[in-house]
């Protein structure tokens, strides 16, 4: 063995033995393109206004200190108790929510504002054609009534709050109608108002409208449709009067069995009926007179004819 293959020999086992070179590990809190570039995406996409919305607001400021106290006329403005100011600058809704009742200050050139009525407002719905489930055709009609209870979403969250509302209350009276009969929507008036406000109310809960009560106001049915219920109804009726009227004969007569029978006991109770009788006919009548006559002295009269026709024969 050579001089150079020991060393070979000596040396081969340590680069065999000798670890990888390790990457040097890179601190969380480093630097990281990732993490800037979605530290830039944050800061381009925050609302916080402009430097050209900065210089508008100053420019106005000063405009308002130039021209005071002149100035106050465009900037101090006043909202009943039952309104509402919702503040829009530059195009921002302001921070705070809707001012009012009150005073409130607003800057010019940079600030608007939208006034909304927080009184209950009802409206007529238009008569609806409406097929019901037995497949009658109806109109039907009735009001709304609704409030604002969240000025900011009435503003920011629908165009126009009061005409969307009112064509979704002719929507839901279509829908609600025509899944009911017509002896239900006659009747159950109630239970459809009550469907049809928590409908209306689940609806516009996103556009800040409180829908507070519905009701059905008339049901107009066609003109023969009137005719037929109202010739079913008369036939009704007409049946049940005489029902009525046979169970009132059936009762007089077994009263008038019974007071023949106490009538037969006692032979006095008939004058007596007879002048009782002869007392009501004097006091409703009085050109009439009857006289009565007992049917003894009939009998007698008949007995004897009966008697004298047998001696003739």
């Not at 309104?83 to 009150?102: D, M, N, S, T, Y």
Request: glycine letters at 4%; proline letters at 5%.
């Amino acid at each position: 063995m050579t001089m150079d293959d020991s060393k070979d020999s000596a040396t081969s086992p340590i680069i065999a033995q000798s670890p990888p070179p390790q990457m040097p590990q890179q601190n969380s809190d480093g630097f990281s393109l990732k993490k800037a570039g979605e530290r830039i995406c944050e800061a381009a996409s925050t609302d916080s206004p402009g430097l050209c919305a900065f210089i508008l607001t100053i420019i106005s400021y000063l405009l308002i200190i130039a021209t005071f106290p002149f100035s106050l006329c465009l900037c101090v403005k006043v909202v009943q108790e039952y309104e509402r100011a919702v503040i829009f600058r530059l195009g921002r809704l302001l921070k705070g929510g809707a001012k009012g009742p009150g005073i409130f200050f607003i800057v010019p050139c940079i600030d608007s504002y939208r006034k909304v009525d927080l009184r209950t407002v009802s409206f007529d719905v238009p008569p609806q054609e409406i097929l019901t489930r037995d497949s009658v055709t109806v109109a039907v009609d009735g009001v709304i009534y609704f409030r604002v209870k969240d000025t900011v979403n009435a503003v920011t969250q629908i165009q126009n709050y009061s005409h969307s509302t009112r064509l979704l209350a002719a929507t839901t009276l279509r829908n609600v109608l025509g899944t009911r009969n017509l002896a239900e929507i006659l009747s159950e008036r109630e239970s459809i108002s009550a469907t049809m406000q928590s409908s209306l109310d689940d609806a516009t809960d996103p556009w800040g409208v409180k829908v507070e009560r519905v009701e059905i106001k008339d049901v107009r049915l066609p003109v023969q449709l009137q005719r037929a219920m109202a010739a079913e109804a008369e036939a009704a009726r007409e049946a049940r009067a005489k029902v009525i009227a046979a169970e009132g004969e059936q009762r007089a007569s077994r009263a008038l069995k019974e007071a023949a029978e106490v009538i037969n006991e006692s032979p006095a109770a008939l004058q007596l009926r007879y002048l009782q009788t002869l007392g009501q006919i004097s006091s409703e009548n009085n050109s009439t007179i009857i006289f009565p006559l007992p049917i003894d002295i009939l009998t007698h009269f008949l007995r004897k004819n009966n008697t004298e026709s047998k001696e003739d024969d």
